[in-house]
């Protein structure tokens, strides 16, 4: 009984120990420094659109998921002239994804009648080429507040990785978005082969009882 009651205690305490490291804590504070960090900012639509992709939210259309009421990164229809092709990037900066990685961020658009939002994301590799998983769409992204996605990736699947954000669509028919409270999580190599070793620790013990 006494065997029972410490194996569990050790299995509690290894799986405690895994624990994710946040590579990427990003508020969007400041979206036009964001470059200077290792981000990639990319417009490939239709030129001459008033607005050039990404910038700093606007607390005239709704405010941030948290901090500062300007703090989120936005887009709008105005990516792209009338008639045009919205395709505004946002991609973070490198990170390590060998071990897996799971991202959460939060979306939300302006609601105005007619109109709707696209916005695709995903994994990508360092040197901004598409996987083979491709991205994942919210379209239309919620107007009702601010809505929030995890998005997940395991382990051997990248070795260096980006994640992708793009606003897309037509221009008559798109309005207004806002990107807030991104995370990069990765899981510890350290926590990860403790837990490992308390594992096969466990599965010894198990074996003796049993004799």
């Given at each position: 009984?006494?065997?029972?009651?410490?194996?569990?205690?050790?299995?509690?305490?290894?799986?405690?120990?895994?624990?994710?490291?946040?590579?990427?804590?990003?508020?969007?504070?400041?979206?036009?420094?964001?470059?200077?960090?290792?981000w990639v900012f990319t417009s490939?639509?239709?030129?001459?659109?008033?607005?050039?992709?990404?910038?700093?939210?606007?607390?005239?259309?709704?405010?941030?998921?948290?901090?500062?009421?300007?703090?989120?990164?936005?887009?709008?229809?105005?990516?792209?002239?009338?008639?045009?092709?919205?395709?505004?990037w946002l991609i973070t900066p490198?990170?390590?994804?060998?071990?897996?990685?799971?991202?959460?961020?939060?979306?939300?658009?302006?609601?105005?009648?007619?109109?709707?939002?696209?916005?695709?994301?995903?994994?990508?590799?360092?040197?901004?080429?598409?996987?083979?998983?491709?991205?994942?769409?919210?379209?239309?992204?919620?107007?009702?507040?601010?809505?929030?996605?995890?998005?997940?990736?395991?382990?051997?699947?990248?070795?260096?990785?980006?994640?992708?954000?793009?606003?897309?669509?037509?221009?008559?028919?798109?309005?207004?978005?806002?990107?807030?409270?991104?995370?990069?999580?990765?899981?510890?190599?350290?926590?990860?082969?403790?837990?490992?070793?308390?594992?096969?620790?466990?599965?010894?013990?198990?074996?003796?009882?049993?004799?």
């Amino acid at each position: 009984m006494i065997k029972k009651v410490f194996a569990t205690a050790v299995l509690a305490a290894m799986t405690m120990s895994a624990q994710a490291s946040v590579v990427i804590n990003e508020g969007f504070d400041n979206v036009s420094g964001l470059a200077s960090n290792g981000w990639v900012f990319t417009s490939a639509g239709t030129p001459g659109g008033l607005t050039n992709g990404w910038f700093q939210g606007s607390t005239g259309i709704f405010d941030a998921q948290s901090g500062a009421p300007y703090s989120y990164a936005a887009a709008n229809f105005n990516n792209a002239p009338a008639g045009g092709t919205i395709n505004s990037w946002l991609i973070t900066p490198v990170f390590d994804a060998s071990l897996g990685a799971t991202v959460s961020f939060y979306l939300r658009a302006d609601a105005v009648d007619g109109y709707t939002d696209q916005v695709n994301f995903g994994f990508i590799n360092a040197d901004g080429s598409f996987t083979s998983a491709g991205l994942s769409t919210v379209n239309p992204v919620p107007v009702s507040g601010w809505t929030q996605y995890t998005a997940w990736i395991g382990a051997d699947a990248l070795s260096s990785a980006r994640f992708a954000f793009q606003y897309t669509g037509a221009a008559d028919t798109a309005n207004y978005v806002g990107l807030d409270t991104l995370t990069v999580d990765v899981p510890e190599p350290a926590s990860i082969a403790l837990m490992a070793g308390g594992l096969l620790g466990l599965g010894a013990m198990r074996r003796r009882v049993r004799r």
